[in-house]
T-cell receptor, first 115, second 113 residues
Framework: DAGITQSPRYKITETGRQVTLMCHQT?????MFWYRQDLGHGLRLIYY???????DKGEVPDGYVVSRSKTENFPLTLESATRSQTSVYFC??????????????FGPGTRLLVL | QQQVKQSPQSLIVQKGGISIINCAYENTAFDYFPWYQQFPGKGPALLIAIRPDVSEKKEGRFTISFNKSAKQFSLHIMDSQPGDSATYFC????????????FGKGTKLSVIP
């Protein structure tokens, strides 16, 4: 009963490097989301995906790339990390349909520090 | 543009007291209003949620009050306990055909003994 997992949990990188954050869910949820959490800003949506091979931008997509080749995985890539991307990143998923569909289940987060 | 405004940013309540967190929204298309609770070092987790066709929902010590005409909703935590100390986020679902949630900026609640 793993649910939704993220890796790594902590990451330190340098400006300009490429970083990939991984997200894996075992529920076969169709929808997956990436958020960043910063003090004073709450949770801001970066990208989301409605199904495999279907992704769309959220509120703050610049500097990030996502892919979703399999339903259970939704990696987030910072193509050239900047200090402003230092944050805590959360992956979430939700079911396909029904009243329960709106509930998003969050992973434990990845703390990223860009030096 | 922030579509869900949450207040206060932080709240200190004595054990046994009532904690009240308020949220206001602008988009009348929102159709589902959840509250998420987040403990330090953890991801947010759904606490309680309400739809706009009811004015109040209660689950244990947690109650959502919803005022559709004022476009406001609030979370009340009765008999607050130190274990309730966490950050609380209100959110709003964007309506049919969307699975996106718009979150408030969060309220850090500290319940002191």
């Amino acid at each position: 009963d793993a649910g939704i997992t993220q890796s790594p949990r902590y990451k330190i990188t340098e400006t300009g490097r490429q970083v990939t954050l991984m997200c894996h869910q075992t529920w076969s949820h169709s929808y997956m989301f990436w958020y960043r959490q910063d003090l004073g800003h709450g949770l801001r949506l970066i990208y989301y995906s409605a199904a495999a091979d279907i992704t769309d931008k959220g509120e703050v997509p610049d500097g990030y790339v996502v892919s979703r080749s399999k339903t259970e995985n939704f990696p987030l890539t910072l193509e050239s990390a900047t200090r402003s991307q230092t944050s805590v990143y959360f992956c979430a998923s939700s079911a396909l349909a029904g009243r329960e569909g709106e509930t998003q289940y969050f992973g434990p987060g990845t703390r990223l520090l860009v030096l | 543009q922030q579509q869900v405004k949450q207040s206060p940013q932080s709240l200190i309540v004595q054990k046994g007291g009532i904690s009240i967190i308020n949220c206001a929204y602008e988009n009348t298309a929102f159709d589902y209003f959840p509250w998420y609770q987040q403990f330090p070092g953890k991801g947010p987790a759904l606490l309680i949620a309400i739809r706009p066709d009811v004015s109040e929902k209660k689950e244990g010590r947690f109650t959502i009050s919803f005022n559709k005409s004022a476009k406001q909703f609030s979370l009340h935590i009765m008999d607050s306990q130190p274990g309730d100390s966490a950050t609380y986020f209100c959110a709003a679902h964007r309506g049919a055909g969307s699975y996106q949630l718009t979150f408030g900026k969060g309220t850090k609640l500290s319940v002191i003994p």
